[in-house]
């Protein structure tokens, strides 16, 4: 029988209180998993050397080694099994050498959740399943490339090119890594590891984000919240289980009540996570805001207009965009809808300023609202959201008039694009 055909995964469970060891075997006792459950690190390391296991779960305190330092060595025995340390306080020190050391795939906090517990013990016997599986494949693959080397050279150039193709990939995959903080590139590693779309996504909302602080030319503290905010704001994705992540990045519209609930409390945790760090006080209050709606129907505070965090109105704008699952051009006119709903007019102006999608006419440029000024001339009118013309195109803007049009986007904001006349 091959590693790939055992019918029962094999789960050890390693923890000095035999009340906890008890009440996780009850837990999992309905679930097909040959558990065994060991109360001494020192048992539980020789029973690794003699028996392939799926899952490691280990509690963090124990009397004879703390549990990232078995897990440390539960590693370098088996490598391929998911690891998993139980703790009561999880602290970012603990995260940190939790990666470094132990390689840790899951946390889970004291006291959990039944169904957490179980969702976290099935993601990773299929994280265990899917190594076995790969080197397998792996092994394999290399035996077929020895024979087919020897009768095709022209496999062997591809075979070449594909791997410089990875050598290069590799290299500038390390050159990003390099530029990040310590902190952000651990975080970031975190979400790419837990899901590799989140990590994709990450990146191109920071890039969004990047453009809108330097086009608005934001003061320095506002920028950096803002950017650091859009590598940190799906940092708590790692806090729900994998399977309803997946399903809400794949299939939304799919997830039921209670998972659409779990869901909306990821900014919360991570604002939690965020707060671990020294300093990232408004970062927190950005991740946690950055789904609310202008509108105040968003969550997780149904906060309103100006009670969102500034950094976090933009960074709704770059969320929307990227994770809308839509082409380039239809995400811009998904933006562009949701201005004045779900986004601030302000923010939408501000992107649609950088996104370099629409081509504007000869002398014509699009401005902000604070950037309106006295003597500049209208290229296109402005109208209410039912279709009132409040100024007319060709209109000169005096002190009177910029001011009236600020007043009345405070009452009902202004949420089409603003055009003017370039000087001559």
Request: glycine letters at 4%; one cysteine or more.
């Amino acid at each position: 029988m091959s590693r790939l055909d055992t019918p029962n995964p094999k789960i050890l469970l390693l923890d000095d209180d035999e009340i906890i060891l008890l009440a996780i075997k009850e837990t999992l006792g309905r679930e097909d998993y040959d558990i065994s459950v060991f109360s001494k690190a020192g048992e539980a390391l020789e029973a690794l050397k003699s028996a392939r296991f799926a899952v490691i779960v280990s509690d963090q305190r124990m009397p004879e080694m703390t549990g990232l330092e078995f897990l440390h060595e539960s590693k370098s025995l088996q490598p391929n099994a998911s690891r998993i340390l139980i703790t009561g306080v999880l602290t970012l020190n603990t995260v940190i050498d939790a990666v470094n050391k132990g390689e840790i795939f899951r946390f889970l906090a004291k006291p959990w959740i039944r169904e957490e517990l179980i969702a976290t013990i099935r993601n990773a016997v299929q994280r265990n399943q899917l190594l076995e599986a790969n080197e397998s494949l792996r092994e394999d693959t290399q035996q077929l490339n020895e024979k087919l080397v020897v009768a095709n050279s022209a496999l062997q150039e591809k075979v070449e090119e594909l791997t410089r193709g990875k050598e290069a990939l590799d290299r500038a995959n390390s050159a990003l890594r390099e530029n990040f903080e310590h902190s952000l590139e651990l975080c970031h590693r975190l979400i790419e590891t837990f899901h590799p779309v989140l990590g994709r996504q990450t990146k191109s909302v920071v890039t969004v984000c990047r453009q809108m602080a330097e086009a608005a030319n934001l003061p320095e503290e506002t920028r950096d919240v803002l950017i650091t905010s859009a590598w940190l704001h799906n940092i708590g994705m790692i806090g729900l289980p994998r399977n309803i992540c997946s399903k809400s990045l794949k299939s939304p519209d799919g997830l039921t009540e209670t998972e659409r609930q779990l869901l909306r409390h990821h900014p919360i945790y991570g604002q939690t996570l965020a707060s671990f760090v020294n300093d990232l006080r408004a970062v927190g209050e950005t991740i946690r805001a950055h789904h609310e709606r202008f509108d105040g129907n968003g969550y997780p505070d149904g906060l309103t207009r100006q009670e969102i965090p500034e950094a976090a109105r933009y960074l709704a704008v770059a969320v929307l965009f990227v994770e809308s699952n839509l082409s380039r051009e239809e995400a811009v006119e998904e933006v562009l809808r949701e201005s004045g709903k779900a986004l601030e007019p302000e923010a939408v102006r501000l992107f649609l300023k950088v996104s370099n999608l629409t081509s504007l006419p000869r002398k014509v440029k699009e401005v902000t609202l604070d950037e309106l000024q006295p003597g500049e001339t209208l290229a296109r009118g402005i109208y209410t959201p039912t279709g009132l013309l409040l100024i007319s195109e060709d209109k000169e803007l005096t002190p009177l008039t910029v001011s009236k049009i600020r007043e009345h986007n405070h009452v009902t904001p202004i949420t089409q694009r603003l055009l003017v006349y370039q000087a001559e």
